[in-house]
């Protein structure tokens, strides 16, 4: 007879690159885990920590920031079967986290350019990442759901903080652990567990967030965030959870679009 | 000459033989105190408070006489649109700026602060020191912040601290005398209890914990233990001695843990500008930005407040 008693995880936020236990001390249980039930506090510990990190990562060149996601895919890839998430949706997420690997650089040349104007001027147009945005992730598929939104924020040069599956957080905080093994610098991407509804509420309440991205699909938090948006000036893009690579990848440019300003100058030219 | 008072020699020989400092003992105590919850009417009570004991400070060699005018009127009103925030305690400059900060600072009660004696090291010549000071106070400085020697310290000359200590204030006339111990270098806190003493004796106004370019500064137990000084002294003497935390004290959260410090170890009365300064430069935002949020609920963005 075996035993051996299992020595079980405590799961644990992911704030500034470090693994902390949620700030008000509470938990909840998954699959027989405890997981933090993150807090407003925390919440505002994640948009610091990403504040912190948003002028290194923005300023890294396009093609760097496109490396660091390839080994973020490698190490996701590597992390085998967790708990939670089937093979196809976690080999779909190592894809479309791929797929936004490659968008980095392909960004200013698709969306900036010069603008054909009909005076003396040089007009050109070049995106540059919103900053710190929100992401409220769908319960399903907890993963994939993440990722197609993740993705696009991160290859835009943007900091994450990110609202994880309320019903299935646990691929969500072990996506952590994989990209806390990655290159992925401290405080770019901050992901919190916990009640979906408060988290997202703190998110859509705080100034110094640039944009939202909400997919849950709950129209009732939809208004809410549309509300809090408008009062403290924020983007926001609702969209469904993405279901399968396809529907994380045909929409690109619209989801990059969403978390990327444009900034256009006009230079006088000839006489 | 008061450098070789023989009460001063026997009182050296005391302190040398001090029980040790408790270490953990310290650092738990002032672990403790800074878990105390702080909320609503509380904190923003507190953050009125640290606001009005901050010595606003800019010591950098880039420090123009257009940044300390823009630093000064920061300094007399730090929140146009929160008009019950306080003005800070003073602005701190280097002596060659301290004429511009005190024509800036003038009428509004906010005090000119000079850093003296070949701040931060202190390794300059004991009359180039002098000369420093007396450069200050004549361009009306109102406070002096100098700096110990940590070399003669550290050689175990406490005379020779001692005495550059009653120099610099012999020249101070009027103006208020901080001692900067710059803790970070005295290496144990038995040395940081040993200079405070030293430095009180010979007639500190304040004694500063840092100059804010060593490694560390104003950790909470090092303000437990120059706090504790400080009462020790008080109780002994009938002296009253201010303290200045400074070097560190970067968020609201580290200027309250600070106050509740001060609070516990030597009581309300203590808490005032007169006798508690926070030297620092970036935790005035960081304090309007936690007052806005007590006021609007909303998490505010470092743009709010401009930078100093």
């Keep these: 007879m075996n035993t051996r008693l299992q020595v079980r995880k405590t799961y644990k936020l992911w704030i500034g690159g470090a693994f902390v236990r949620s700030e008000s001390g509470r938990y909840d249980e998954a699959h027989g885990f405890n997981f933090p039930r993150a807090s407003r506090k925390d919440v505002r510990d994640a948009v610091q920590a990403a504040r912190k990190a948003a002028g290194p990562w923005a300023a890294r060149t396009a093609y760097n ?46 969306l900036g350019g010069v603008n054909p104007v009909a005076a003396p001027f040089l007009s050109f147009s070049v995106p540059e990442p919103t900053g710190v945005v929100g992401i409220v992730a769908p319960d399903e598929p907890a993963l994939l759901g993440l990722i197609a939104e993740l993705g696009p924020a991160l290859a835009g040069g943007n900091v994450c903080v990110s609202v994880l599956s309320e019903n299935n957080p646990l691929p969500g905080l072990d996506l952590a652990e994989a990209l806390g093994v990655s290159d992925v610098p401290a405080g770019v991407v901050n992901l919190l567990s916990g009640r979906r509804r408060e988290l997202a509420g703190a998110l859509g309440a705080h100034r110094d967030l640039g944009a939202i991205v909400d997919a849950a699909g709950d129209r009732e938090l939809s208004a809410e965030l549309d509300r809090l948006a408008a009062e403290t000036i924020k983007r926001v893009r609702h969209g469904d959870p993405a279901t399968s690579y396809e529907d994380a990848t045909t929409d690109a440019l619209e989801r990059l679009n969403a978390v990327t300003e444009l900034k256009t100058a006009w230079h006088p030219v000839g006489a | 000459m008061r450098f070789t008072d023989p009460s001063v020699v026997a009182w050296q020989g005391v302190i040398r033989r001090l029980p040790h400092v408790d270490r953990v003992g310290v650092e738990e105590r002032a672990a403790q105190l800074g878990k105390r919850s702080i909320k609503t009417t509380a904190k923003q009570q507190g953050i009125r408070l640290a606001v009005s004991m901050l010595d606003l400070t800019t010591l950098e060699g880039a420090d123009t006489a257009g940044k300390v005018r823009h630093l000064c009127a920061k300094g007399v009103c730090p929140a146009p649109t929160m008009p019950e925030i306080p003005s800070v305690a003073a602005i701190c400059v280097y002596p060659s700026l301290v004429a511009t900060a005190k024509e800036a600072l003038h009428g509004t009660g906010v005090k000119t602060a000079s850093v003296a004696t070949g701040f931060p090291a202190g390794q300059v010549s004991l009359d180039a020191k002098l000369r420093d000071t007396e450069d200050a106070v004549a361009a009306g400085a109102d406070e002096i912040d100098m700096v110990i020697s940590r070399e003669a310290f550290l050689a175990g000359d406490d005379t020779r601290v001692q005495q550059e200590i009653l120099a610099v204030k012999e020249r101070t006339g009027d103006a208020h005398l901080k001692v900067i111990l710059e803790t970070a270098e005295l290496g144990s806190y038995d040395h940081v209890r040993h200079a405070s003493l030293l430095a009180m004796e010979a007639g500190a106004d304040f004694i500063k914990t840092s100059t804010g370019k060593a490694a560390s500064g104003a950790t909470p137990g090092v303000c437990l233990v120059m706090l504790e000084a400080i009462r020790d002294y008080a109780e002994r003497t009938g002296r009253i001695v201010g303290f200045k935390a400074a070097g560190g004290v970067s968020t609201s959260k580290a200027a309250l843990h600070r106050l509740v410090l001060v609070k516990e170890t030597l009581g309300d009365e203590w808490l005032t500008s007169e006798r508690v300064r926070i030297g620092a430069s970036s935790v005035l935002n960081d304090l309007l930005l936690q007052y806005a949020k007590t006021e609007t609920g909303r998490y505010g963005r470092a743009e709010d407040f401009s930078k100093e």
């Design chain 1, 65 to 110: 920031r496109g490396q660091i996601l390839y080994r973020a895919a490698e190490a996701l890839e590597s992390r085998g079967d967790g708990i939670g998430v089937t093979r196809e949706e976690r080999e779909a997420a190592v894809d479309v986290l791929l797929h936004y690997a490659g968008w980095t650089d392909k960004i200013a040349p698709v």
